[in-house]
């Protein structure tokens, strides 16, 4: 599991302006947390102004697409090269109808409120549903 990233100016710019160089990316390999022994696998990334964070999401998915779960968290950027190991800071997202666990693909943050935040997220079901949620980050 790989996190890339770039300056935004400099990385818009870069397709905004021909002839410029792309920026350097900071790399940066992460740790997340298994279920039943199989690691899970980064499945959505997006920033956040508010928090100045990555709000990840990631997912355990077998062959044959049996999901096993999915875990949402956010990383700040500054603790992207510090902490890799995400596994303490990664919330097991809760099972959807008649406990099945659910594969989110992605999430937004639409608010903050101290460590309480609001987002929505995608679930790959082949209906792409839309799931509003809060949850505590610590």
Known sequence: NTIITFNGDDFFRYFLKPGEALP???IAKVTLPEIN???????GLSF???TNSLAY????????DVI???FIGIIELEQLDKN????????????????????????????????????????????S??????WNTK
Do not use: Y
């Open 48 to 50: 956040s102004k508010k």
């Open 57 to 64: 999401t990631a997912a355990v998915e077998l062959k044959g």
């Open 84 to 127: 890799s190991d995400l596994t303490k800071s990664s919330t097991l997202f809760p099972a959807g109808d008649k406990g099945k666990p659910l594969k989110i693909e992605s999430m937004l943050i639409r608010s903050v409120n101290g460590t309480r935040i609001n987002a929505i997220a995608v679930n790959d079901n082949d209906k």
């Open 37 to 43: 022994h199989h690691q899970a696998a980064l499945t």
């Open 24 to 26: 350097e990316p900071r």
């Open 68 to 70: 096993l779960g999915s």
């Open 129 to 134: 549903n839309v799931i509003t949620f809060e």
